[in-house]
């Protein structure tokens, strides 16, 4: 299992849009993507669980991939953070 | 006629009937079903339909609205196809051995609660998508289909709320505007009026009556009012409105982007006054290179007690984000004279107009001062803040002034909070004193904003407020441009710059003079930013 932590940095947070760009995304993969905030977790595939967290502008997530193209996807969706959030 | 309040999400006016947005009722009754298997199989059939026709629309808004905004299509689609959507549908269908219509209500329910229960705005206002892919499940499931019918004539459509699907699949050429009992001015429908450039008033609530269909209506989407059969007044004023907000877009049109320059070359910075931060869209809408002054008095005026630090930063970051990186000129508080607000405990003044006001207050009660400049700094990291201060009269009022902002600046930094260190400072030169000192003023600070209103009424000694006096005023009188030629020399002796945040900036028989002069900016209201980068391009 590989991770990566990020401090959401759009000011409107983790919305809808950016939500079903990144849910788009980590459908490609073959590995299980989940996103944690604190307690909460979701699976990056699923746009109700990552809506659901509500991730704001300023707060920490956790992005983990487990599965058999887990660093290639750890290494893009890192990217994709970094450009869109 | 019938007026009724509402909130304004897109300026305009648009006049024409008034057409109820008709859906077609349906019950969803709880049955029983024996096939599950069939009934989930029915389920994934019209989900998949709903799919398709949501892919349609999404190539529709794209064309309409642009990418970002078609973009809820999209996810409306990933909606209907997310796993955990999909697997309560499932259960409820197959563990209660119910229809499929009732699972869909269920399921939607649920979610619709989740997003209701969020503790931000924007998550909630998300509960109306859940809503809308759900009904569109549901309509495929009953066999019903929603819509406006036949649409004769353009006109406005009224409703209790529209979905996004709903507003992007009208016939654009056949609606005026949009009048709503509810909604939020985050809703994708009110993004998307936006985009579409139509007038639309929301959150008019149950004083929306059905009976209302047909009648004669008019949107004043610039004050968020809806008028039901308007009286001949009101009518022969909004068309007039409509008529000059068609104009200015037409303006728009033609001037966004381009330059204030005149035919031979001279640029000048064109500005917008602003008095609350809800008026940055109209000054981004009208093209202003930046804020030439944002009257930071509201925060004052708005509130029962002094505004807060936190209040304060929270809303000149605002504005500086907003801005990005355009200048934003904020004068300090310039309570006192026509402007009082309770709190202050002022006491009441035969002449207020010469009073205790502005810079006076805040020099002698520096714990209010203070608090303001720290925002001030602090906001000032996020964006291009400059800050001016009103009814200067001395070169020892802003000595003083430096002093109390090296304080604040020392204090930020002891407890580590971050703020910007050189902010530029300017002064308003607005007392016929500070004119005749501006030499030694202009050494002093970054700038001057000459206020006019004040500074004519001072040095004319005429008081605005009183219209017996009305012959003998003279906006254009030779000494109060003599007062402002004379600024204008001393600050660029001086290497300061100039402008004008006064009524007098936006004097369109002056602009030739004031380039002449050579002033460096000019302040107007933002409706007035279009008209003078007009007028300039005619100068020579």
Known sequence: ?85 | MITICGKSVFGGVSIGKLMFYKRKDKVIKRTHVDNVDEEWARFQKAKDTAVAQLKGLYEKALDDVGEANAMIFEIHQMMLEDLDYLESIENIIRTQEVNAEFAVATTADNFQKMFAAMDDAYMQGRAADVKDVSERVLDILCGVSAGMGEMNEPCIIAADDLAPSETVQLDKSKVLGFATMYGSSNSHTAILARTMNIPAVIGLGENLLQEYDGRDAIIDGFTGTLYIDPDEETMKEMQDKRAKDLEQKALLEQLKGKENVTKSGQKINVYANIGNVSDVGAVLKNDAGGIGLFRSEFLYLENSDFPTEEQQFSVYKQVAENMAGKKVIIRTLDIGADKQVDYFGLDKEDNPALGYRAIRICLTRPEIFKTQLRALYRAAVYGNISIMFPMIISVKEVLRIKEIIAEVKEELKNEGIPYKEDVELGIMIETPASVMISRELAKEVDFFSVGTNDLTQYTLAIDRQNSKLDEFYDPHHPAVLAMIKMAAENAHAEGAWIGICGELGADLELTEEFLKMGLDELSVSPSMVLPLRKRIRECE
């Open chain 1, 1 to 85: 299992m590989k991770e990566f932590k990020y401090v959401i940095t759009d000011p409107e947070g983790i919305h809808a849009r950016p939500a079903g760009i990144l849910v788009k995304q980590a459908a490609g993969y073959q590995s299980a993507v989940k996103i944690a905030k604190g307690e909460k977790s979701a699976d990056a595939k699923r746009i109700f669980g990552v809506m659901g967290l509500g991730v704001k502008t300023g707060e920490e997530v956790t992005v983990t991939a487990d599965g058999a193209d887990e660093d290639k996807a750890i290494a893009e969706l890192e990217a994709f953070f970094k450009e869109n959030l």
